[in-house]
């Protein structure tokens, strides 16, 4: 029995105001085996891993943090559907409605979803299998995610586990009783810690010494709030289209995505503003042993820069600047606090948080996600995997969000948008297809296959 951290409740909790599961696509090419057999041998792995059969428990009165329990996996875990429309659009279409969905962490933390004989899928020589593996937040991050899917699909069978009894209800309360003064406690001496965090960061700030807090950017087309539709695009191309000699390949799709964002808008007669820019994913250690270690950043496209190069350099030195304020001490104390509220509190804050309030400004107009999920000797079925895709949640304030994922040597930049926010996705997409051929000239990129 584990006790959830209080980010990673955090993360349940919200997701049944704001869904934020993650939905991890993975294109397998040829499979040997039939429906059945993908389910059989699919449930056999999943049953060896030990983080896939647990499901969450709540504390009654929420006197304390959810607990991770066993659970037995079920068939229904695994969804396997042939669509009338097989196609890969077919596919993706159907994709996009998924993606609207959450899975209840209380009875399981994933469900698989198996799109068999889909045609036409990128980089595949003949029906496929499509593979979208959905997962609460609460249970991993995207990093965690990855290596889950790599147990899943990977040629490294996991050993058998030692699987933990299940406590009571009267159990938890009673352990919760016992834990409150000392939560109590560590609450009050982590705000202290905070407050004299923050207060030396504003310090260092205004010294020069640490990045200064970044300020809000307006909005824009793409900030307008979802409206519960949902689409999902894809550009699949080989990793070296984006890989330079001077930048990583997030530099360089951040800057595909500032000659992108910027046509689209001037495009529809929209001004594009000078401070246009992105929240960025970047993985650190944050609330101790969490499952969920990250933090966004926010990162200027600056779009008014005609050379790319120029362009990309700038983007870089920000992206560096903002991860050493993330890192920084100060600031990982400030949200390490988290972990010290007791869990009434943060559920209460939960319930209370308004979502229908438009925000003034926004850390970044966008977001991109930039996740490599390693060398491709995946397998299901017997096919081997061709791309792997992602798709970061909406919110509010964001119906347009951008993830880039890699695995082997083929990378593929994911567009997750709602119609309110972005009513024509596939004429976006050719705009991100030329962008990252406009890149690819500017920094003398030439993939090869």
């Keep these: 029995m584990t006790r959830l951290r209080a980010r990673d409740a955090l993360m349940y909790w919200m997701s049944a105001k704001l869904p934020n599961d993650q939905f991890l696509l993975y294109c397998f090419d040829s499979p040997t085996l039939d429906s059945a057999e ?28 959810p607990h991770w329990v066993p659970r037995e996996i079920v068939p229904d875990d695994v969804v396997v559907q042939r669509p009338a429309d097989s196609t890969w659009s077919g596919c993706l279409a159907r994709i996009g409605g998924l993606l609207a ?23 595949c020589t003949g029906p496929a299998v499509v593979v979208v593996l959905q997962i609460s937040h ?18 490294d069978e996991s050993v058998d586990f030692v699987r933990e009894s299940t406590p009571s209800a009267a159990a938890l309360v009673a352990e919760s009783v016992v834990r409150a003064p000392v939560q109590f406690g560590r609450m009050i ?44 695009n894809v550009v699949v191309v080989p990793l070296a289209a984006l890989r330079s000699a ?47 270690n990250y933090s966004n950043v926010g990162v200027g496209l600056f779009p008014h820069e005609p050379d790319l190069a120029a362009r990309a350099r700038l983007i870089k030195a920000e992206l560096a600047q903002r991860r050493i304020r993330a890192a920084h001490p100060s600031i990982t104390t400030q949200g390490e606090s988290l972990d010290a509220t007791p869990a ?16 003034a400004t ?32 909406l919110s509010p304030a964001m119906g347009v969000t951008h993830g880039i994922y890699t695995i082997g040597d083929t990378l593929t930049l994911c567009i997750h948008s709602s119609p309110a926010a972005l009513p024509d996705p596939h004429s976006y997409e050719s705009l991100i297809r030329k962008a990252i051929a406009e890149a690819g000239q500017a920094f003398r990129i030439t993939p090869k296959r």
């Excluded at 969905?101 to 889909?118: A, G």
């Design 344 to 359: 009434a509190f943060v559920r209460t804050g939960v319930v209370r948080f308004d979502l229908s309030r438009t925000p």
């Design 38 to 65: 993908l389910r059989s041998a699919f449930l056999q792995r999943a049953r060896r891993i030990a983080d896939l059969n647990v499901r969450i428990k709540n504390v009654p009165w929420n006197l304390d943090y």
């Design 362 to 393: 926004v850390s970044g107009n966008t977001v991109l996600t930039s996740i490599d999920r390693g060398p491709a000797n995946l397998r299901f079925g017997g096919g081997p995997v061709r791309f792997t895709a992602g798709f970061p949640a």
């Design 138 to 155: 609460a249970l991993v991050d995207g990093q965690g995610s990855a290596m889950l899917a790599r147990a899943l699909f990977g040629p």
């Design 246 to 292: 001077d930048f990583t390949v997030t530099i360089v799709a951040l800057t595909a995505l500032s000659v992108a964002i910027s046509t689209y808008l001037r495009d529809r007669g929209a001004e594009v503003p000078g401070r246009l820019g992105a929240e960025v994913t970047v993985a650190h250690r944050v609330g101790g042993t969490s499952r969920n």
């Design 189 to 232: 001496a982590a705000g202290v810690k905070a407050g004299r965090a923050y207060r030396e960061s504003v310090a260092l700030a205004e010294r020069g010494e640490l990045p200064p807090k970044m300020p809000g950017r307006e909005l824009v087309a793409f900030n307008r709030r979802p409206d519960g539709l949902h689409s999902a």
């Design 101 to 123: 969905t959450t899975v209840d962490p209380t009875v399981s933390p994933w469900r698989l979803h198996v799109f068999t004989d889909v045609r036409d899928a990128p980089e």
